[in-house]
């Protein structure tokens, strides 16, 4: 397996290309707009082909390269039922995601947003904002809900094998990959918390709206692509 992370400084967002070294062919995770001709470089240097391109959510902070990436590569876009409607295709939990010989498991995660989906493949699972390193996202807009967050936390992610690393969507100290087992005993958020208490702490967090979210959130349900300006 290839394996690649990038990141965008502006957002602190992870952008993953995996490949199946057999048949070359190739997915991204979570691409950044702004970062589309960086990806595309690295998937032609590394001879590879880009035929899916997976969104773990509609973002809120970033738009989405994946309708740019479709247009110029007819990439397969791959979101959650009831996210993006621009997807081509549309999983739910338990679905299965094939890149050559890659199989991805979907599993639902929502809480952050109610379409929040991850992605396990083998012994790594991709989880969006839904499981941050020592932290994960907030539950205060896109019909969030910190209920549902705490079960997508300890019931679906904390089941999985404890030595599972964790690739996020975003960090913002520079932490590139974490474990289940790490966070299942050190994420301040969740670790030895109650339902009730995690729900207070995520009621009471007073974060700022994120800076894109008036453009982003509608852009990404039309997979990143902008309307025009005379629209």
């Known amino acids: 397996m290839i394996f690649r992370q990038l990141f965008d400084s502006e957002s602190s967002t992870y952008t993953y290309l995996i490949g199946d070294e057999a048949t070359r062919q190739a997915v991204l995770i979570d691409p950044v707009l702004e970062q589309a001709d960086r990806d595309l470089k690295l998937v032609a240097e590394l001879d ?14 970033h738009i989405t390269a994946s309708g740019v990436l479709r247009e110029r590569t007819r990439a397969t876009v791959v979101g959650s039922v009831g996210g993006a409607g621009c997807a081509d ?102 670790a030895g918390r109650s339902e009730a208490e995690f729900i207070h702490v995520m009621e009471n967090l007073h974060l700022p709206k994120p800076r894109k979210l008036d453009v982003a959130v509608p852009a990404n349900r039309a997979c990143g692509q902008l309307p025009h300006p005379e629209a």
Not at 163 to 173: M, N, R
């Open 48 to 61: 590879l082909t880009l035929t899916h391109v997976l969104d773990t959510h509609v973002h809120a902070d």
């Open 89 to 190: 295709v549309q999983v739910r939990h338990g679905d299965e995601v094939r890149v050559g010989q890659l199989v991805f498991r979907v599993l639902a995660t929502p809480g952050h947003t109610d379409d929040s989906i991850s992605y396990l493949l083998g012994d790594r699972v991709f989880t969006g904002d839904a499981l941050l390193v020592r932290g994960n996202g907030r539950t205060d807009f896109q019909n969030g809900n910190a209920r549902q967050l705490y079960e997508s936390l300890t019931r679906v992610l904390f089941s999985l094998p404890d030595e599972t690393l964790v690739y996020p969507a975003h960090d913002y100290q520079g932490r590139t990959v974490t474990s289940i087992a790490e966070e299942k005993r050190h994420n301040p958020r969740v």
